[in-house]
């Protein structure tokens, strides 16, 4: 019995260590101006390191150790929700000098912060920052609200030296989306009820055509479900990343 709690114990701790090195791992995608660095934290959260600066979006404490973790340049908050607002996550990487953006509604709860609106477009630290609409159409609560009202939360265009990358935040494949253009890479939500399903996001993506594309925030769903409705499109690569 014991040796077989080892294995088992063994097994565990190999899985675990595979998927923390698979949530650390750094892809690089080629701009006109260096290299973007970006690292699958985990759920919403995600790390992106470009010309020297480091930027971190809806930071989470359950997904990653932010106290080992670079500090960040600028930080970017989607929406208030407490898996996208944590304060301990964004106190460990905030220096005094760092950037903070986000919606109105977390500004009670994080000074300091500049405000974007759905619709604004600021240029920080030399990156173009663009703060678009994400919310629900058909996702409801038992009561009839949507999960994430529109005009709330935002989702983010980045512009990395005429590389674009999207950042959705918790939202449906509303009209806004389809209308964009120009998207190098993109991170689309696919967590139910509260955001998208495989097939919103498969629609949304053939709409406005991203060169690569990250399912994230997907807790329970089934990413292969994205790659077998996007297997006829394929200058729209799909990549799965450890994004529960």
């Known amino acids: 019995m014991k040796i077989a709690a080892m294995l088992a114990l063994a097994l565990s701790l190999g899985a675990v260590m595979t998927v923390a090195a698979e949530t650390s791992k750094k892809d690089v995608i080629g701009t006109s101006g260096g290299d973007l660095e970006i690292t699958c934290i985990g759920h919403g959260s995600l790390m992106m390191s470009f010309g020297g600066r480091v930027i971190h979006i809806d930071p989470y404490s359950r997904v990653g150790d932010y106290s080992a973790m670079a500090k960040a340049d600028l930080i970017l908050l989607t929406h208030d929700h407490s898996d996208h607002l944590d304060q301990a996550a964004i106190d460990a990487v905030r220096r005094a000098d760092t950037v903070v953006v986000l919606p109105q509604v977390c500004a009670d709860r994080v000074k300091g912060g500049k405000v ?44 990395f030296a005429g590389t674009r990358v999207y950042i959705a935040g918790d939202t449906e494949n509303i009209p806004e989306m389809h209308a964009l253009q120009g998207i190098d890479v993109a991170f689309l939500p696919m967590n139910l009820p509260y955001t998208m399903t495989p097939e919103m996001v498969a629609a949304a993506a053939r709409a406005f055509k991203p060169k690569i594309l990250y399912p994230y925030h997907f807790g329970d769903t089934d990413p292969e479900r994205l790659t077998a409705l996007l297997r006829d499109a394929p200058e729209i690569e799909v990549r799965i990343r450890p994004m529960r």
Not at 118 to 143: K, Q, S
């Open 116 to 159: 974007m609106e759905n619709g604004d477009t600021l240029t920080l630290l030399g990156i173009g920052v663009e703060a678009v609409p994400a919310y629900n159409i058909v996702h409801r609560r038992d009561g009839g609200q949507p999960f994430h009202p529109r005009g709330v939360g935002n989702g983010y265009v980045l512009n």
